[in-house]
């Protein structure tokens, strides 16, 4: 992403907004999953989500738009459509929370590069609660459920991402192992991303030691150079005066 394209000043000055947007989001869906509400509550909450997905909607097709070349961009981000456009449809509306985790990770991950823990940190800890409150969501009132807590949820998830898989808990819906294949996916994802920011940053300081010793190297040439400069000027000078006086004595 370069900063002087359009794309790049747009997603600069957008990405912590829609992150603020994104935790809103989360927090109004961990508001419907943990307690429940009924009646107008409930329909409110509802409501209010759908407008803060519009906003993610809104943010795809602005930097679809701003893309160039768009094609090129479009293909590179087919996932970026899928959690989009896949959510509108009932069974799969709970892949709505990866926009988020998306969102999150975009905002924290360009703004912290190199501080590989805390992005690790933050990265898991959102992943894991969203994919716990999904998993609870459509697993607590299902037949011969394993998953009826948020405690059996987020132990669920954590062995998951960990690839633990102790298997003591496991969806039995449709939508549960939507869920757990998402978690899966996104386990990996973060673990290669983390990989690739630390090489990034390893190969950064590397170069930037290397031309910090070029630079000294040359430094030292430089300084070198002058001084060889002036004792030939001076040995020059000294020669001069010698051949003079020979000259007027022959």
């Known amino acids: 992403m370069h900063p002087q394209t359009r794309l790049g000043r747009f997603e600069h000055h957008t990405e912590w907004p829609l992150a603020a947007v994104a935790l809103l989001f989360l927090g109004l869906y961990s508001a419907q999953i943990l307690l429940e509400p009924r009646g107008s509550t409930a329909a409110a909450i509802t409501d209010a989500m759908r407008a803060l997905y519009f906003v993610f909607v809104v943010d795809y097709l602005a930097r679809l738009y701003l893309a160039d070349p768009r094609a090129k961009w479009f293909v590179r981000h087919l996932f970026d459509l899928a959690i989009v456009v896949l959510p509108f449809l009932r069974p799969l509306r709970l892949l709505s929370l990866a926009v988020v985790v998306e969102v999150l990770q975009r905002a924290v991950g360009d703004t912290i590069r190199g501080r590989v823990i805390i ?88 170069a930037a030691e290397d031309t910090a010793n070029q630079t000294a190297t040359w430094a030292q040439i430089e300084e070198l150079r002058e001084e060889i400069h002036r004792l030939t000027k001076l040995v020059a000078d000294d020669r001069e005066p010698a051949y003079g006086e020979g000259r007027e004595g022959i």
């Open 119 to 206: 992005y690790t940190v933050f990265g898991a800890a959102v992943m894991i609660y969203a994919a716990s409150l999904a998993m609870l969501d459509v697993e607590r009132h299902a037949p011969d459920a394993h998953i009826k807590t948020f405690g059996d949820a987020l132990w669920w998830a954590i062995t998951t991402v960990t690839t633990v898989g102790y298997g003591d808990y496991t969806p039995v819906t449709g939508e549960g192992r939507i869920v757990a294949v998402a978690l899966m996916i996104g386990g990996v994802t973060l673990l290669g991303v983390v990989t690739a920011t630390l090489a990034s940053w390893i190969v950064q300081r590397v």
